[in-house]
Each structure stands twice: as C-alpha cells, then as structure tokens.
C-alpha cells in the first residue's frame, strides 16, 4: 500500500536560496493539497489542485511561492529567495473523496 | 473565512477512561463536512472521524464518537476506553463547504496524553 510521499523529508538551506519539494499522491487521486505547518500550530492552507489544474491559492502563497501539478501525477511546490519565516513543515495531501490523506511532511530549515 | 478555536491546548487521561475534545468553529457555510485528524509524534496525519453537517445524527467510529452541536457551531470528540495509542496532537478542521472535498481550516490542535 503506497501512501502519500514527499521529497525531500529534511531540508536545510541558506536564505536566498531556492527549494524544490515534490509529492508523490495516492495513484488514483484526482485532488492535491498542499499546507504549511509551523512548531506547535496547526497546518494552514497553501493551495490545491483538481487533476492538474490548480484551483484555489490561499494569500499566503506569496510570489515566491509556485506550484505545479504537470499532468495531474506528482506537485512540485517551490520557494524562490527563501526566508527565515518559511521555516516550517510542508505538508501535502491527496483524496479522491472526503478524506484527505497526508504524507509525512518536508521539513524546511532556512539558516 | 473559517476560524477554528480548540480551547484545549494540553489533555490528559487515563487509561481506559474517556475523554472529551472540544472545537468550535465558524462559518458562512450552510453545508459542510466537519473532521477530526490525529497527529502522532511522527507527524503523519490521519482522519479520525468526520461528520456531515446536514445530518442531525452524530458520527461514531469504534471508540470514537462525536456530539455535533450545529446551531452552537461545536463539534467535540469523545474518546472512550483510551488507549495509549491515542497520545497525539488532534485537530478538529472544517472544510470549505458545499462539497466534502474542499480545503481544510485546522484548529491550534490540542495535545492528548494517555497515562497507563
């Protein structure tokens, strides 16, 4: 049984620097999430994705954030000219319902 | 938008007892769906139960059982005959609305702790 995977599981960068996380959803999954969770705090809506069309982004996503879900298999979500502030769990999900199926998360140190 | 309160930063319960969980929540939203998620220590997030807010009766899943409160927008989760398996960090979250696939709005969590 293949879940929800993401890569990297840890990531330390410098600030300024660019990063790259890619999610692997459950196969048949046509919906894709992606949330941000910080220390003790729960995670907080960043974007989804129907197939490979990217339906909803939350204010949060600034413009150095962009994500992409070519098509509808694997997102990629990017952080352009990182800063200490994104320091954070990136968390993605997947459904084909109601439930929401979780991967276990990149963690992104930015120093 | 959705604002989830859980007022509960930390709980704890013995083994084999119950325990209650509490969320309220807002919303503009006249039909939506309503889930508790558990996060143990590894991080990985998994559903708990869920409820539809248009059925006036209360979901229950083996030990867990919830009392959906929709004019009062409280929507708790009772944990009977606790496990130690049940320590973890639980969040109630309401999604979008109108369609049980939408976003989620997680509350600040509530961490359970289960004493043998």
């Known amino acids: 049984d293949t879940g929800v995977s993401q890569n990297p599981r840890h990531k330390i960068t410098k600030r300024g620097q660019n990063v790259t996380f890619r999610c692997d959803p459950i196969?048949?999954?046509?919906?894709l999430y992606w949330y941000r969770q910080t220390l003790g705090q729960g995670p907080e809506f960043l974007t989804y994705?129907?197939?490979?069309?990217?339906?909803?982004k939350s204010r949060l996503l600034s413009d150095r954030f962009s994500a992409e879900r070519p098509k509808g298999s694997f997102s990629t979500l990017e952080i352009q000219r990182t800063e200490q502030g994104d320091s954070a769990v990136y968390l993605c999900?997947?459904?084909?319902?109601?439930?929401?199926?979780f991967g276990p998360g990149t963690r992104l140190t930015v120093t | 938008a959705q604002t989830v309160t859980q007022s509960q930063p930390e709980m704890s319960v013995q083994e084999a007892e119950t325990v209650t969980l509490s969320c309220t929540y807002d919303?503009?939203?006249?039909?939506?769906?309503l889930f508790w998620y558990k996060q143990p220590p590894s991080r990985q997030m998994i559903l708990v139960i869920r409820?539809?807010?248009?059925?006036?009766q209360n979901a229950t899943e083996n030990r867990f059982s919830v009392n959906f409160q929709k004019a009062a927008k409280s929507f708790s989760l009772k944990i009977s005959d606790s496990q130690l398996g049940d320590a973890a960090m639980y969040f109630c979250a309401p999604n979008a609305g109108g369609t049980s696939y939408g976003k989620l709005t997680f509350g600040q969590g509530t961490i359970l702790t289960v004493h043998p």
């Open positions: 196969s048949e999954h046509n919906r």
């Open positions: 919303t503009s939203e006249s039909d939506y769906y």
């Open positions: 999900a997947s459904s084909l319902g109601d439930e929401q199926y």
């Open positions: 409820q539809e807010a248009y059925k006036q």
């Open positions: 994705f129907q197939n490979e069309a990217q339906l909803e």
